[in-house]
């Protein structure tokens, strides 16, 4: 089993810049896939970025070229560099992972981006 904890989220102005992270822990051989989501009030959860083993990344549309995400192996840890923030970033961003098989997430963090 995996457990997944977030850090990072916050309230930020328009234009400004957060970087989360995500450590995984627990009893695995290996993640084969990690990544970030987010839900916004009232939408549905959506795929922000995921880093697939061996070194496939994919993002969102709305956010390519603004985030950045990257994995450190050792530390069996994620990052998600957001900038450029908008307001229809605000969200809460939760950490993924895909573990034997089976989809773990975090708790979530919650990302604000207003003036």
């Known amino acids: 089993q995996v457990q997944l904890v977030e850090s990072g989220g916050g309230l930020v102005q328009p234009g400004g810049s957060l970087r989360l992270s995500c450590a995984a822990s627990g009893r695995f051989v290996s993640i084969p896939a990690m990544g970030w989501y987010r839900q916004a009030p009232g939408k549905q959860r959506e795929l922000v970025a995921i880093i697939i083993s061996g070194g496939s990344i994919n993002y969102a549309d709305s956010v390519k070229g603004r985030f950045t995400i990257s994995r450190e192996n050792a530390k069996n840890t994620i990052y998600l560099q957001m900038n450029s923030l908008k307001p229809e970033d605000t969200a809460v961003y939760y950490c993924?992972?895909?573990?034997?098989?089976?989809?773990?997430w975090g708790q979530g963090t919650q990302v604000t981006v207003s003036s």
């Open positions: 993924y992972g895909l573990v034997a098989g089976t989809n773990s």
